[in-house]
């Protein structure tokens, strides 16, 4: 793989890759799971991975015969990039393809943990808040289940 991007680049990516298993078909590779929106994140390494067919495998059996179990028969390898979304996020593997530079410039800050979470703006708190005061609650304060 021809080095693109060094660790700590900040990069913007369109998809990961995740690893699909099939036994029926007896092959494991990987495919691309694409975002709805770009995710902005850090390169922290390069990791290599391989695909190919699952060889089924007996673990002895009437006549003796011992193969060792399943076994992965290596058909290519493939580069990624691992990229993390946060500094305490699991690093996510990435087609080299699907990165894209960006100034750091353009980063207000890294987070420290990614979540897919939207943010409250102003109106919904206080509207929370006023749907909250008519809720029936104990006499300790603790709202009750209905």
Known sequence: MKKEYDIGDYVEIKAIAERSKSYQTK??????QTFGTPKIGRIVGIAKRFEGKINIGSYGGYDGYDDGGNYLMIERSLDFYKVRLGM???SLLVFPEDIQLIKPENINSFPLR?????????????RLSEDSKDWPR????RWLKQ
Request: charged letters at 40%.
């Open 27 to 32: 092959e494991s590779k990987f495919v691309k």
């Open 88 to 90: 305490m996020n699991s």
């Open 114 to 126: 990614f979540t897919n979470s939207l943010a409250w703006n102003s109106d919904d708190r206080e």
């Open 138 to 141: 104990d006499k300790k304060g």
